[in-house]
């Protein structure tokens, strides 16, 4: 399983991204300062690193440029609410393999890393996902039901995703608007009904279980 190194000092945003790390079959290591983001990234035990640049001790560039000085090439995403051109640029010109704005949703961010490491989270097929007659295409985003090309849109693709990864698992509305929607999601919504209910409209009703007071399912054999 690859080790990703998450460099990220505010508690709510490194634990949702670690969080989703792990569920999707990463390692997530979190340093809470530059200095000892630094330090980690030099012993060689990670495959990617995710980078904020408002850090408490230092700023991310410099810590991405000490990186690239010491003729460290792992992989680095810059993860920052700086959001210029000019800050773009910056990190890219510094040695950045991309650069990614808050607020955002874990899913691109997921989809990032995945193309960083030239590989997908672990699976049986390491491009598909499979239930029954529905299959998901990874690379292209595609959802075929018995060969048959079903139309969804993104949200409805990364909601069949996190349940296709997870069969049999409930997973809370609090999870799936996590996941799905970004940690920046109101728990109040009623937005995972909503898309669970468009996804039974186009997938089949009797794929997704409703568990009383807990969330919903992956039906078994669905």
């Known amino acids: 399983m690859s080790q990703i ?4 000092d505010e508690d709510r945003i490194s634990s949702f991204v670690a969080k989703g790390l792990k569920s999707a079959g990463y390692v997530p290591t979190v340093a809470a300062t530059g200095r000892e983001g630094y330090h ?3 012993t060689g035990d990670f495959e990617l690193i995710v980078l904020d640049l408002g850090l408490p ?3 991310g560039f410099t810590v991405l440029r000490r990186i690239r000085e010491a003729r460290n090439d792992t992989p680095v995403i810059i993860l920052t609410a700086r959001s210029s ?3 773009t640029v910056a ?3 510094n040695g950045a393999d991309d650069y990614m704005a808050k607020p955002f949703r874990f899913e691109e961010l997921l989809a990032r890393v995945r193309l960083r490491l030239r ?3 672990p699976t049986s097929d390491m491009s598909t996902l499979s239930s029954g007659n529905l299959q998901l295409d990874l690379r292209t985003r595609r959802a075929t039901i018995d060969g048959r090309e079903i139309d969804l849109s993104a949200r409805e693709f990364a909601l069949a995703e996190a349940f296709l990864r997870n069969p049999g698992q409930v997973l809370s509305r609090e999870q799936l608007l996590s996941r799905v929607w970004g940690y920046d999601f109101d728990p109040g919504s009623n937005v995972v009904d909503v898309y669970v209910r468009y996804l039974r409209n186009k997938l089949g009703a009797e794929r997704f279980a409703t568990v009383r007071g807990m969330g919903y399912r992956l039906a078994a054999d669905s």
Not at 5 to 8: A, C, F, M, T
């Open 40 to 42: 980690l990234a030099m």
């Open 5 to 8: 190194l998450v460099i990220e």
């Open 57 to 59: 001790d230092q700023d």
């Open 119 to 121: 590989t997908e989270a």
């Open 85 to 87: 051109v000019d800050d």
């Open 91 to 93: 990190g890219l010109e």
